[in-house]
């Protein structure tokens, strides 16, 4: 298949994923690994007995190539594929691997999957379904986010529920807590990035007694593609590369806050701590000052003595 000069020299990134019954993860692995390989693509691809999870980033006319090629396969014939700007250089390597759950959430087996996806997700919406379901029930709807805590500092849907969680596997836990009980006969709305780990959570949400359960199709990201900063968004997109964060349009605010001076700023920084290395938001500034450079949690330690 030939492609322009234009699709040589542009670059883009690839979100993805697909749940479908894989009998042979291995085996996808090694085609993954070699297709990406062969066309110079980057980036991190996850994959179990439960289907695909990746986000890698390339040439154009790779990108095509690869959207073209893994279609081709059965399982993946109908995936959706997310297009952003970037490219290789935001990913350090190319990371292809056999995992037991493609996102983490420490519960394997309560996950089922046919050839239509998740068996007992919640109710997928389009960016307009949900602004149909806001009009229709208004005040009763409930965002709840389901990244961890730290992407919310820098954007999330207005008036989201944000619970307290690290990483996936603290979202059993955190469900099964009491916390959000209140919720179980409420219409709660998922959220994520691009819309798998919701496909995910919202079954673990059913099993767990929560009767009206929505998933935002495609995520943020399908969101912010349809309406930009002029809908119920607000803020930055955190991202899981060299990007660290992007905006939908130049209207986006600015939610985050530095956690030295409280000076708006969607800039993640590592800790400088090394035995620390916490993602913080840290405005220039304040990074400009070396003991400025630390987590809340390492900045007392780290602070220079008292003269």
Known sequence: MGYSANDYAESRILLYYGFAP???PQAVMFWQRTLCEMLNLKGRILISEHGINGTVGGSLAACKEYVRRTRAFPAFKDMEFKWSKGGAEDFPRLSVKVRKEIVSFGAPDELSVD???VVGGGVHLKPEQLHELMEERGEEVVFFDGRNAMEAQIGHFKDAIVPDVTTT?????ELESGKYDDLKNKPVV???TGGIRCEVLSSLMKKRGFNEVYQLDGGIVRYGEKFG???????SLYVFDRRMHM???EDAKVIGRCVHCESPTNDFRNCANLECRKQTLICDDCFAKENNRYCDNCSDVHAPAAV
């Open 22 to 24: 894989l009998e042979d």
């Open 115 to 117: 050839e239509h996806g």
């Open 169 to 173: 596997h603290d979202f059993i836990k």
């Open 190 to 192: 998922t959220y994520c």
């Open 229 to 235: 900063d002029s809908g119920l968004w607000e803020g």
């Open 247 to 249: 905006e939908f349009t």
